[in-house]
């Protein structure tokens, strides 16, 4: 039996404890998940014995570091705990990207098996928690071991969404076919009662992976079989959106005063902040640590003030697309947003020329996907850089392999 390296052993022990971000360390106004501090010194331990032979990662590193030095000292927007633990977060991550390429050699089925049942056991206590727990007709929703439920729906979105990907890329046996489909309807269920508005998550990771399989060998029955996707997430959405929970959550045409909820009041009054810094430094952003920190006109600020919640999320902006662009500017966006599209880009190579029968296809396909959507989710509302679902996603996203000569040459 092979031995498991003490990198992968942190590895795995980091996916499994992904769920449990209760657990996270407190400290100042900030929450450091035991799965993110578990992936930096896993990425440290590694990148200590390539800093030789890998002189860019540590060039760019201090570049980076550098740089967002200058920023702060310019704007001197915001306290200087926050910049430092900022920095601390964004240059592991930095560190995780840069270094993805000496990472391959931890199973991606063990991966999978991991995520598949914590994600599983959490929607379990979900259920629980929302039947036997929560008391009816409150606004309290079930979370299991996550921090928010807004964390644990997008957890199981972004799972249900990389199950259905994986069902339509990967071999269909009936077994396989039959244990997917019920967790995916588990995780599907349990999401409904966190009543996440990642379900935006969900349609959109699920199109790109849709559109990403019709992009190769398109045939008239993939066209119908997507066809049919499309007219079910339409349903859906009509769906939640008879539900006022979801319809004032998103309705975002109508006048601010007239605006009741306070999540889409601190999501736009966020925008405001990123277009307020890209007027005035568009390329390099205040500073880490500035969100919130600058005065900046708000329609949906005022409202949420007399509601007597202008702070809620005042200082992330409440989605990490609008607090990248508050804190670092354009130049880290857009070199952000060409990465994810090279590997989106590899990744419909692999899933084009990689034999769909091998046995690590489906972690493989599984893993990405689950990766991707995370990452969605956090760009669209989860803005804090420590939380472990950015973590997970930005190391699954980085670390898997997807050249398919070198896979199939493996097996």
Request: charged letters at 10%; proline letters at 3%.
């Amino acid at each position: 039996m092979k031995s498991i390296s003490a990198s992968n052993l942190l590895i795995y022990t980091a996916v499994f404890l992904f769920p449990f971000q209760l657990l996270a360390i407190k400290f100042f106004t900030g929450a450091y998940d035991l799965t993110s501090l578990l992936l930096i010194s896993n990425i440290i331990l590694l990148s200590i014995s390539n800093f030789y032979t890998n002189k860019k990662t540590l060039i760019a590193l201090s570049a980076f570091i550098i740089l967002q030095c200058i920023i702060v000292y310019v704007f001197n927007i915001g306290p200087y705990y926050r910049f430092l633990s900022g920095i601390i977060w964004l240059s592991a991550l930095l560190l995780i990207i840069l270094n993805g390429e000496f990472l391959h050699d931890y199973s991606q089925k063990i991966v999978f098996r991991i995520i598949i049942i914590t994600l599983s056991l959490s929607s379990v206590y979900m259920l629980y928690e929302n039947f036997f727990v929560i008391e009816p007709h409150t606004s309290k929703r079930p979370k299991a071991g996550f921090s928010e439920p807004s964390y644990a729906g997008l957890a199981l979105l972004a799972a249900s969404s990389a199950m259905i990907s994986t069902i339509i890329m990967a071999k269909k046996t009936y077994r396989f076919i039959f244990l997917s489909s019920a967790i995916l309807l588990l995780l599907l269920l349990a999401s409904f009662y966190a009543k996440s508005m990642h379900v935006v998550t969900f349609a959109i990771s699920l199109s790109i992976f849709i559109v990403l399989w019709l992009s190769f060998k398109p045939s008239f029955s993939k066209l119908i079989f997507v066809l049919f996707i499309i007219f079910c997430l339409l349903c859906l959405g009509f769906l939640l959106l008879s539900f006022p929970h979801y319809y004032n959550r998103i309705n975002i045409f109508v006048d601010p005063q007239s605006m009741t909820n306070p999540s889409l009041l601190s999501w736009l009054r966020g925008l405001d902040q990123a277009i307020e810094v890209m007027k005035n430094s568009p390329f390099f952003g205040y500073g880490i640590g500035s969100t919130g920190y600058f005065n900046f006109d708000s329609a949906y600020g005022d409202r949420l003030a007399y509601y007597r919640m202008y702070d809620l999320t005042l200082t992330d902006a409440f989605s990490l697309l609008w607090r990248l662009l508050i804190e670092v500017g354009l130049i880290p966006v857009i070199l952000l947003t060409i990465y994810l599209m090279n590997r989106i880009y590899s990744f419909r190579r692999f899933i084009k020329n990689m034999n769909n029968n091998n046995e690590n296809f489906k972690y493989l396909v599984f893993n990405f996907s689950f990766a991707l959507a995370l990452i969605i989710g956090c760009l669209i509302k989860e803005p804090n850089y420590a939380r472990s679902s950015l973590f997970i996603g930005i190391f699954l996203i980085s670390t898997i392999s997807l050249n398919f000569k070198e896979k199939e040459n493996e097996q």
